[in-house]
Nanobody
Framework: QVQLVESGGGLVQTGDSLRLSCAAFGRTFSSRAMGWFRQAPGKEREFVAGLHWDGGRPLYADFVKGRFTISRDNAKNILYLQMNSLEPEDTAVYYC??????????????????WGQGTQVTVSS
């Protein structure tokens, strides 16, 4: 089992940057693919970025457009999302998710078994 705690959200202006962190508690973090999702008011939770257990195979949603970078530190059990050039459309609650053991990284929400409580990102224009 894995417990996830996100942090790093906040209120920023258009063009600013934020780095989100997801701390994992449990001994299997380094064996799981991880992903970042986001959910805006009135919308479904959508995939943002994902990373294989070994830090390889980064996968990004099209709307990221090279602005975001996902990374992980398996020694510290932390997943990161560096977000640059933020836009008002990026306003949402951001969640990290951990897949079941043995699954590949992917955009399908169903493959993620564990979720954090989310961190709010608000980008003002």
């Amino acid at each position: 089992q894995v417990q996830l705690v996100e942090s790093g959200g906040g209120l920023v202006q258009t063009g600013d940057s934020l780095r989100l962190s997801c701390a994992a508690f449990g001994r299997t973090f380094s064996s799981r693919a991880m992903g970042w999702f986001r959910q805006a008011p009135g919308k479904e939770r959508e995939f943002v970025a994902g990373l294989h257990w070994d830090g390889g195979r980064p996968l990004y949603a099209d709307f990221v457009k090279g602005r975001f970078t996902i990374s992980r530190d398996n020694a510290k059990n932390i997943l990161y999302l560096q977000m640059n050039s933020l836009e008002p459309e990026d306003t949402a609650v951001y969640y990290c998710g951990a897949t079941a053991l043995g699954l590949q990284v992917g955009p399908n929400r169903d493959r993620y078994r564990y979720w954090g409580q989310g961190t709010q990102v608000t980008v003002s224009s």
